[in-house]
């Protein structure tokens, strides 16, 4: 390969890491500005008037965040346990109790309790079914990353271990309908474990960390790309020429 068929690939692949560092740090920038707002939703959620009747599909996005106060009782014989919650790094559960409020039913979030050592002993998540008044946030159901199919047998034995259960889902274990949204039980109300509610899981200055880690790589190359000319224009034959008649 000749001296300028190697600038030449040098360039190509300058441009090419630029634009893969360049474009990851601004998505990480449009991450972050997401889960800012997505923090600022949760916050303005806290302050605005209760709902005190259940909300429809289309009104749960718009609604998110937002408190209810419903009257009902829960179904303590179909509980759902969300598996391999992580809470300051011990290993449990988010414990799903449906919730009847005459006209539909919610899964109500009743928080995360420690899962036993032994995978076979599951936690006592018994809540009683006497008609009560609850409060709780309106929020999605939780969602990992990538979803992937799973079939839970209609014979599971109570409460049922999922990973990340949709509606769908629910509804089939359940066998009748619920709400597209839970409800995330307020700390302070009864029958409920461990509950710090926010918006995400993850800080937004993470991702700031990721994009100044990209952007970073970025200048890196530059720098890099800088110091390869230069040397590429030192080792340049015709700047060494030497004059092979001399001075006379």
Do not use: C
């Amino acid at each position: 390969m000749n001296r300028y068929m190697q600038l030449i690939v040098a360039s190509v692949m300058l441009v090419v890491l630029l634009t893969v560092f360049i474009s990851a740090g601004f998505w990480q920038l449009r991450r972050a500005a997401e889960k800012e707002a997505l923090e600022d939703s949760f916050a303005t959620g806290a302050g605005m008037e209760l709902l005190y009747a259940p909300i429809d599909d289309a009104a749960a996005t718009d609604n998110r965040y937002r408190r209810m106060q419903l009257e009902g009782s829960f179904l303590p014989d179909q509980q759902i346990m969300l598996d391999n919650i992580v809470h300051n790094g011990i290993n449990g559960y988010e414990v799903l109790t449906p919730f009847d409020t005459g006209t539909v039913i919610i899964m109500v979030n009743r928080g995360w309790v420690r899962a036993n050592p032994d995978r076979r002993v599951l936690p006592d998540i018994s809540v009683g079914a006497d008609t009560r008044t609850i409060t709780g946030i309106v929020n999605k159901f939780a969602a990992p990353g990538m979803r992937f199919d799973t079939e839970y047998p209609s014979d599971m034995p109570w409460p049922r271990r999922m990973l990340y259960p949709d509606q769908e889902t629910i509804e089939t274990s359940l066998g009748t309908r619920v709400a597209p949204y839970q409800l995330l039980l307020i700390a302070g109300q009864p029958d409920g474990y461990t509950r710090k509610w926010k918006a995400l899981h993850v800080d937004p200055n993470t991702n700031y960390g990721y994009a100044f880690q990209w952007f970073s790589f970025a200048i890196l190359a530059i720098i890099f790309y800088i110091i390869l000319i230069v040397r590429w224009r030192r080792s340049d034959p015709t700047n060494n020429a030497v004059n092979v008649h001399g001075n006379e």
